[in-house]
């Protein structure tokens, strides 16, 4: 029979703490631990991604580079770890050449016999910990997460590995299912999440995901804040960066691009350089890579913003590099 969504909520919570040491895990916690951290996150984007966890979801949070999505994900699973929900987290970069044995884990030959090497979400969930993923479609997810789908969908899977060679084979149970017979299972909490990242410019050059991947997850667009925001952010030694905010109008860069850049254009104003040369250098470490490949308009009109705000030397040597 089906269960009404109130009955659902209180099922899904109420794996909760009452712990006086544990606090609660909500919008509230998360948002507080981004103030901390000085990370300006809609509070709507906060309360999307905690009810998606709350709800049993895992998270894909997806955005342009640069707003927070690493520093975001590593609070959530903080906020868990003050709940009680987990130890902490443990952090993994997708690469295209990921397998399962980097996510599920591998056989390998060691001085006592044949042993399992645990990927990132055996280790994760051995340990209690949330598994965090940056640039998660870097990978071909779907060759690397193997038998993972079956377990995210709520199965129990064999694995074709043993901790040891006397050991029995192993097995991944989720909550609340059977361990099969004659298996030693790594057994999954029921408020273990995979908190994923996803750069939404790379979405064209990179893996696609399928449908039956994207299913386990709750996608959370984590944008950039407005400009008014941009320019809080920067005020201070570094400033003169906010001259190249205009260039957001090509392509969505984040805050932490410019605050990287301002961090720099600091030093270089302390090293005695003129604002031009920092500003041509701060465009082409920070700035320009982040651009994808632009038509004939979208050059013409950065070459018009860098015009304005660069001496002739720069503004040559920027055509240069370019070219």
């Not at 609340?176 to 410019?201: D, F």
Request: charged fraction near 20%; hydrophobic fraction near 45%; glycine fraction near 8%.
């Amino acid at each position: 029979m089906a269960m009404s969504a109130l009955a659902t909520a209180e099922f899904l919570d109420d794996w909760s703490c009452d712990s006086d040491n544990a606090t609660p895990f909500g919008a509230e916690s998360v948002s507080e631990l981004a103030a901390g951290q000085g990370l300006r996150v809609p509070g709507q984007v906060v309360g999307a991604v905690t009810a998606a966890i709350r709800a049993g979801k895992h998270v894909i949070l997806t955005g342009p580079p640069g707003t927070g999505k690493s520093t975001l994900a590593k609070l959530v699973a903080e906020a868990g770890r003050r709940a009680l929900m987990c130890t902490g987290y443990l952090t993994a970069t997708a690469t295209a050449d990921w397998s399962t044995a980097d996510t599920i884990g591998t056989s390998v030959d060691s001085a006592h016999g044949r042993v399992f090497r645990a990927g990132v979400a055996t280790q994760a969930i051995d340990s209690g910990r949330w598994l965090i993923i940056d640039e998660f479609n870097r990978a071909d997810i779907d060759r690397a997460f193997g038998e993972l789908f079956s377990v995210l969908a709520g199965q129990e899977v064999v694995l074709a590995h043993r901790r040891s060679e006397m050991a029995p084979p192993l097995s991944i149970v989720p909550f609340g299912g059977e361990v099969p017979e004659a298996t030693e299972p790594i057994c999954i909490p029921k408020p273990w999440r995979i908190i994923a990242t996803m750069n939404s410019t790379d979405r064209g050059l990179l893996f696609a995901l399928s449908r039956a991947l994207m299913r386990r997850f709750a996608f959370v667009n984590v944008s950039s804040p407005d400009g008014t925001v941009f320019r809080q952010l920067l005020d201070g030694p570094g400033e003169i960066v906010s001259s190249l905010l205009l260039l957001r109008e090509l392509q969505d860069i984040g805050p932490a691009i410019f605050l990287d850049a301002a961090d720099y254009a600091a030093i270089r104003r302390m090293d005695g350089v003129t604002r031009s040369l920092i500003l041509f250098e701060a465009f082409t470490a920070y700035v320009w890579p982040q651009l994808d490949e632009l038509d004939d308009d979208s050059m013409s009109f950065m070459y018009g913003v860098l015009d304005r705000i660069l001496d002739e030397p720069e503004r040559q040597a920027v055509r240069e590099l370019i070219r």
